[in-house]
């Protein structure tokens, strides 16, 4: 006889929905704030995000492109580990020397012809490039504007480049604000920015400043550079957590399908003694007895669920898992009663199987303080994959860190096993982040509306959730017509009315 059943099925999040509450004028949802613990630091601080939302640790979901370009719409993205230490460190310190606004620019020298600049402009997809001197002194620029492919191929770039006595350049303009301010003054979309001796540094440009003026909401350490989240694992930490602390890493996550384990204590615990200031995410558990051991041996915040992923096959494989409600349920009861009895509030992260706002805003009412996602940034340009052309449709590459893809890394976190936790598909593209995630943040406010609560620590407070049934799921979605926008006949104009 096994030494404990549980009778009571577990639940998914699809199962619950939320009873809406009063919504007042302090409720609307232009009052609502996101701001949610991700981790406790050692001060007893947290830092908080400014959206509910992390990025999965995963090769095919977070580098640093997609980490910069969530940190600046209030989310992060974990670095994943299934990756030489190198490269991940490198990967880090491109977050940390992300100067919003500076761009490091591709330079031409003035013999380049303006065929050659054809290519490289469709190669590299942008088209403003300095022209520089063998010691890096700027002499002018180049855009698509400044000649025809046609008539100029043979010319030269110094040819046709607008020389640098009739560009706008900021001298020494290192701070954004400057750079703005001569931006605004001059008469161009772009800004070079030289040191002393007149050496190019980096270029501004007009559209990147007023996307930086437009990102309020961006995570950023003491001297305002993007905050680093990075992946680490239970067997080569000793190496690699130095070498991620020397790159500027913020956050350290360690990344393990069962985080149940007396490895990922000592891995919290060694960190902790060599590298108290940097706060450190466990996990995944989903019991409150995990969780009280991962909260004991140190951990700032705890990551929830086991088997409900989008490429995940362990629970098919080991019969290990819950259902991702069930696990929040009983790890965050576990969270309060640690919180009521040492006065330590550990943020909790739901993780797995998270497809949509819907999906996040129950994740969060039923006690979670931020969820994490692979799936669904997978789809974007910022994740590490290239667009493919499948049957017609336009997909990106997804796979689990336990696929046999992600397990050619040897340190990866399914190194131990002989068998695979994870498979390989793919996913259908949604073009760029920020076309998507203000859209699922602002379906999250408007439950919270609804519910009549104006933060998430309200939802968790007041939040009223109901298990429905299957019946009333398949009510809840549209049903008894023929809908437009899914098959041939998607427009009305193709309907004879
Ligand atoms: P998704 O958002 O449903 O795609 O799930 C992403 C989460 O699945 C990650 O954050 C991991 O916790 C988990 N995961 C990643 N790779 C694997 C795998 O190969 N097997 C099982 N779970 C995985």
């Avoid at 890493?249 to 490895?263: A, K, N, T």
């Avoid at 909790?348 to 931020?370: E, F, H, P, Q, R």
């Avoid at 859209?439 to 968790?460: D, N, P, R, T, V």
Wanted: glycine share 10%; aromatic share 6%; hydrophobic share 40%.
């Amino acid at each position: 006889m096994a030494g404990n059943i549980e009778w009571q099925p577990s639940r998914t999040l699809t199962e619950f929905r939320l009873l809406p509450g009063l919504t007042t004028p302090a409720t609307s949802i232009d009052s609502i704030s996101l701001t949610t613990p991700l981790v406790r630091t050692a001060n007893g601080g947290t830092v908080n995000l400014r959206a509910p939302i992390l990025a999965a640790a995963m090769q095919a979901v977070s580098g640093s492109s997609m980490a910069i370009q969530l940190a600046k719409q209030g989310g992060a993205a974990m670095i994943f580990c299934s990756q030489s230490i190198e490269s991940q460190a490198a990967m880090v310190d491109r977050i940390k020397s992300y100067k919003a606004g500076f761009v490091e620019p591709r330079t031409l020298s003035p013999g380049t012809t303006i065929r050659e600049v054809e290519i490289l402009r469709r190669e590299a997809g942008f088209s403003t490039f300095p022209v520089i001197d063998s010691e890096g002194r700027l002499l002018g620029l180049i855009t698509r504007r400044d000649y025809s492919s046609l008539a100029h191929g043979d010319l030269t770039v110094a040819e046709r480049m607008i020389p640098r006595d009739q560009l706008d350049v900021g001298v020494d303009a290192t701070d954004l604000e400057r750079a703005n301010a001569l931006l605004i003054n001059g008469h161009r979309a772009v800004l070079p920015i030289v040191d002393l001796e007149d050496r190019l540094l980096s270029l501004v440009f007009r559209k990147d400043i007023e996307d930086h003026l437009d990102n309020p909401d961006q995570i950023v350490d003491q001297d305002k550079r993007l905050i680093a989240t990075a992946a680490v694992n239970t067997h080569d930490y000793r190496d690699r957590v130095p070498a991620l602390v020397e790159a500027g890493v913020d956050i350290l996550g360690i990344d393990s399908s069962d985080g149940f384990s007396s490895y990922q204590r000592d891995t919290i615990e060694w960190i902790r003694s060599q590298y108290p200031e940097i706060p450190v995410i466990g996990g995944n558990v989903i019991t409150g007895a995990g969780f009280e051991y991962l909260a004991d041996a140190g951990a700032g915040a705890i990551k929830v669920g086991m088997g409900g992923g989008s490429i995940c096959i362990t629970q098919e494989q080991k019969g290990t898992g819950r259902g991702l409600a069930s696990a929040i349920i009983g790890v965050v009861a576990a969270r309060d009663r640690y919180a009521a009895r040492t006065g330590t509030y550990i943020p909790v992260i739901a993780d797995g199987g998270i497809v949509n706002s819907k999906d996040v805003v129950i994740a969060l009412a039923l006690g979670a303080d931020t969820v994490m996602m692979g799936r669904y940034f997978a789809r974007m340009d910022e994740s590490p994959t290239t667009k493919l052309q499948i049957n017609g449709r336009t997909m990106k590459a997804y796979w689990g860190e336990g696929s046999a893809r992600a397990r050619e890394w040897s340190t990866a976190r399914y190194r131990h096993a002989a068998f695979l936790e994870g498979v390989e598909g793919f996913v259908e593209y949604a073009g760029k982040l920020r076309d998507n995630l203000p859209q699922l943040l602002s379906k999250i406010k408007a439950a919270m509306a609804s519910c009549g609560c104006a933060s998430i620590s309200e939802l968790h407070d007041r939040a009223e959730l109901e298990l429905v049934s299957d019946l009333s799921i398949r009510e809840g979605k549209v049903h008894d017509i023929w809908q437009f926008g899914g098959g041939e006949r998607d427009s009305l104009s193709n309907w004879s009315v």
